[in-house]
């Protein structure tokens, strides 16, 4: 059936100036009369293929990745349904241009490139005008909110307003592989200052020049702002991203049951790696629930991973208790342990008893990573510090003493934080490691076995969650739809099939995993009674939500 032509009332120069409307030089001659949109445009008509062409040439001839950012966020800014159709062309080469790592070097550069993008700044000072700032919105219908505070940047710290970036990369990955519409998305950044000392002596720093907030007046800006959410957008999911580690989880905790929201670095960054963790054990032939794991990092990321190996060894059959006894979790000061100090909830059901260490021989007096290497023989490692080159030489070989095939993930990022590379992670195990990044790496050519590396990004889940949790009309995003993507993701690992292959599939296949994501988080959603459409139309309803980049047929109205 053919489309049904669009009616619009602008002006050709209005729709030239609007992102989601322009076809810049794709404007049919038809069109161009209708519009009053002769001599503003060059003369020829272009093919969207010829557009996509020009768009690729323009993109290679920049230099550097912070330059090819610019180019990229340049095309979405005039013409967003050009951009998308580029993207997904050459999903693979753009990815990590758009989120990490570049993304990073962008937060660092933001006030000296700053871009006019659609999105709201929330500032401290303005905290009386949240509902006028939301008003001022145009867009009546958001189906998306990413937020941060730029307290936490990747593995970069605190960033100020340039953190701006990470919301605009999200909702262009929901977009580009969740399929949710442009339009219906909305980034936002709320500025209560910076601890960023160059920040703050910076004149061309485009945030609030103070200290960050910090105790009851930022809490009290945070309620406004989860109020003004509500009132303005009441469906809307909202995505938590990159806050502190004093914030992250008590957020979280606070607001999961106040609006449809979760937190992507605690429950997406969770998901995506137990996803290839269940790949990677069925690669041994084991269960999750058979393995030793040490996590170093024992921040909002690492507990979040903690806990989801928990709920998917506690689904294999094991206690809680006995769960938790399996996770070793190490953090500034050492293990967490019975003598440990400064534990907070979120650590506190992983604390290694007197009992479990009492054999152990230490090389500290606090109980390191080598420490538990040495004496628990973990099957997998995790990192997740931000501390480049944490997993040493030593403490690798010494896992691989004690474990056939060692899992290793240093998933911190940027590449600059990984605990280690994927190249030293295949060298030291001679081959035998099965191996999942936070940053992109090349293949790794061992004694004449290439070894693919997946990147454990979490652009393979959170599409699929927000896409499943909004056809689903969920009431609240659970842990339990988390732990189904995860098992989702697990299936189309390509490492099931060829042991050498990366554990994750390719990133032209993400929209079609996001889809069945989408499909078994929706499901359960049902299952578990959050949902208000009923199981038989889920299917329906997801392909309602999913928005195809092309040019409509525009009419005067």
Known sequence: MEEAPIKIRKTGSEILNSSLLNKGTAFTQEERDQFGLNGLLPTRVSTIEQQIKRSYLHFSKKRTPLEKYDSLIGLMSRNEQLFYQFASRYASEILPIIYTPTVGDAAINYSNIYFSQRGLYLSYPLKDKLDEIFANYPQNDVDVIVVTDGERILGLGDQGIGGMTIPIGKLSLYTLFGG?????????????????????????????????????????????FVKAVKKRFPKVLLQWEDFGKNNARRLLDRYRDQLLSFNDDIQGTAAVTVGALMAAVTVTKQKLSQQRIAILGAGSAGTGIADTIVAAMVDEGLSREEACLRIYLIDIDGLIHFSSTHINDAQRPYVQPQSALKDWKLHTEHVSLLDVVTNAHPTILIGVCAQGGAFTKEIIE????????????????????????????????????????????????????????????????????????????????????????????????????????????????????????AKAVAKKACLEKVAKIPLSDIEKEIEAHVWEPHYSKYVKS
Not at 196 to 213: C, F, K, S, V
């Open 180 to 224: 949710i519409h442009p339009a219906k998305t909305l980034p936002i950044i709320l500025d209560v200052g910076t601890n960023n000392q160059e920040l703050i002596q910076d004149e061309l720093y485009l945030g609030w020049h103070h200290a960050r907030l910090v105790g009851a007046e930022y809490d009290d800006f945070i309620e406004r």
């Open 398 to 517: 010494e896992m691989a003493r004690h474990v056939e095939r060692p899992v290793i993930f240093p998933l911190s990022n940027p590449t600059s934080k990984a605990e280690c590379t994927a190249e030293e992670a295949i060298q030291w195990t001679h081959g035998k490691a099965l191996i999942a990044t936070g940053s992109p790496f090349q293949p790794v050519e061992y004694k004449g076995k290439t070894t693919q590396i997946g990147q454990c990004n979490n652009v393979y889940i959170f599409p699929g969650i927000g896409l499943g949790a909004l056809a689903s009309q969920a009431s609240k995003v659970t842990d339990g739809m988390f732990l189904e993507a995860a098992r989702t993701l697990s299936s189309f690992s390509p490492a099931l099939k060829d042991p050498t292959a990366s554990l994750f599939p390719k990133i032209e296949e993400v929209r079609k995993v996001s889809r069945e994501i």
